[in-house]
């Protein structure tokens, strides 16, 4: 008989090289990781992994595990689902991934209503950036994302995740409050690109968003803040020294001697929305999730 976990295991080890890494992930030792590999071996009658330096690689056989168990993880998940009645109570754990601001934003908020409304559904969070969120959702190692991208920067799912948007949030130029456009009612990004800038860093779906904003301009604006954090922008708008281009999503109260004005052509906007894996769309907590996000 073959058993899933080990399957897992060989899946994890594809994904990440090396069963240190397939480990962490997991939330198991290496010498776990690697009995039940051997284990599989053993059922299997093949050798499913060579050392390559510190890591390790997939044999022909190991490969075809791959290809297939990850066929096989979506059947049994995608019957799991079935299986249950669609007036089952949602009941277990359910691991969400969201973005920083839909942490601050969102996540406090649907973690009460589950609490209230489904005692028997445990909810566990982890912050990730929204490419990443997707990736892991895809993995299997996350149930469910919350994740964003702003208009005009993509973000691509693979065909096995399935999606719907919740709302659209939408960013705003912070300006020091003397500033001689902070009284404006909106501003353009010509009207703001000779401002010294603080942005997250490169490789962040926001940063991509602030190149795209600017993409019309004869120049980039200058940016001499790279800040992962939105609080940490404020403050350096705060002291005079930067503007930030920040979301409204889990903003919360702006510093002293800071004003937030819109922006127009374009409206920076992000469309935030809810993945999860295609074979779960019939799991109990997996519409639990859905129902308390549409209605909040």
Same mark, same amino acid.
Request: with cysteine.
């Given at each position: 008989?073959?058993?899933?976990?080990?399957?897992?295991?060989?899946?994890?080890?594809?994904?990440?090289?090396?069963?240190?890494?397939?480990?962490?992930?997991?939330?198991?030792?290496?010498?776990?990781?690697?009995?039940?590999?051997?284990?599989?071996?053993?059922?299997?009658?093949?050798?499913?992994?060579?050392?390559?330096?510190?890591?390790?690689?997939?044999?022909?056989?190991?490969?075809?595990?791959?290809?297939?168990?990850?066929?096989?993880?979506?059947?049994?998940?995608?019957?799991?689902?079935?299986?249950?009645?669609?007036?089952?109570?949602?009941?277990?754990?359910?691991?969400?991934?969201?973005?920083?601001?839909?942490?601050?934003?969102? /996540?406090?908020?649907?973690?009460?209503?589950? +609490?209230?409304?489904? $005692? @028997?559904?445990? &909810?566990? !969070?982890?912050?990730? #950036? %929204?490419?990443?969120?997707?990736?892991?959702?895809?993995?299997?190692?996350?149930?469910?994302?919350?994740?964003?991208?702003?208009?005009?920067?993509?973000?691509?799912?693979?065909?096995?995740?399935?999606?719907?948007?919740?709302?659209?949030?939408?960013?705003?130029?912070?300006?020091?409050?003397?500033?001689?456009?902070?009284?404006?009612?909106?501003?353009?990004?010509?009207?703001?690109?000779?401002?010294?800038?603080?942005?997250?860093?490169?490789?962040?779906?926001?940063?991509?968003?602030?190149?795209?904003?600017?993409?019309?301009?004869?120049?980039?604006?200058?940016?001499?803040?790279?800040?992962?954090?939105?609080?940490?922008?404020?403050?350096?708008?705060?002291?005079?020294?930067? /503007?930030?281009?920040?979301?409204?999503?889990? +903003?919360?109260?702006? $510093? @002293?001697?800071? &004003?937030? !004005?819109?922006?127009? #052509? %374009?409206?920076?906007?992000?469309?935030?929305?809810?993945?999860?894996?295609?074979?779960?769309?019939?799991?109990?907590?997996?519409?639990?999730?859905?129902?308390?996000?549409?209605?909040?």
């Amino acid at each position: 008989m073959i058993d899933l976990f080990a399957v897992d295991a060989l899946l994890a080890i594809a994904r990440t090289g090396t069963v240190h890494a397939a480990s962490a992930e997991l939330g198991f030792t290496p010498s776990a990781v690697s009995q039940q590999i051997k284990r599989l071996e053993r059922d299997l009658g093949a050798r499913l992994l060579d050392r390559a330096g510190r890591g390790v690689v997939l044999t022909a056989a190991g490969r075809r595990v791959v290809d297939e168990g990850a066929l096989l993880r979506e059947q049994v998940e995608s019957l799991r689902s079935r299986l249950h009645d669609a007036q089952a109570r949602p009941t277990g754990t359910i691991r969400l991934g969201a973005f920083a601001t839909a942490v601050r934003g969102i /996540v406090p908020g649907l973690v009460l209503r589950v +609490r209230d409304q489904h $005692p @028997d559904l445990r &909810v566990t !969070v982890q912050e990730l #950036d %929204p490419w990443n969120a997707v990736d892991a959702v895809a993995a299997g190692t996350l149930d469910v994302a919350i994740v964003h991208h702003w208009e005009g920067v993509g973000l691509a799912l693979p065909p096995s995740l399935r999606s719907e948007e919740l709302f659209r949030d939408v960013a705003d130029v912070l300006l020091p409050a003397d500033d001689p456009l902070a009284g404006a009612t909106a501003v353009t990004p010509a009207d703001i690109r000779d401002r010294t800038w603080a942005s997250t860093p490169d490789g962040t779906i926001c940063y991509e968003w602030f190149c795209h904003m600017f993409r019309g301009e004869p120049s980039p604006p200058r940016i001499d803040y790279w800040c992962l954090e939105f609080a940490s922008q404020g403050e350096l708008v705060a002291a005079g020294v930067a /503007v930030a281009l920040v979301p409204r999503l889990g +903003r919360g109260r702006l $510093p @002293d001697g800071v &004003v937030a !004005v819109p922006v127009h #052509d %374009p409206v920076p906007t992000r469309p935030v929305t809810l993945v999860w894996r295609a074979t779960m769309t019939e799991a109990p907590a997996i519409r639990a999730l859905r129902e308390l996000l549409d209605a909040r």
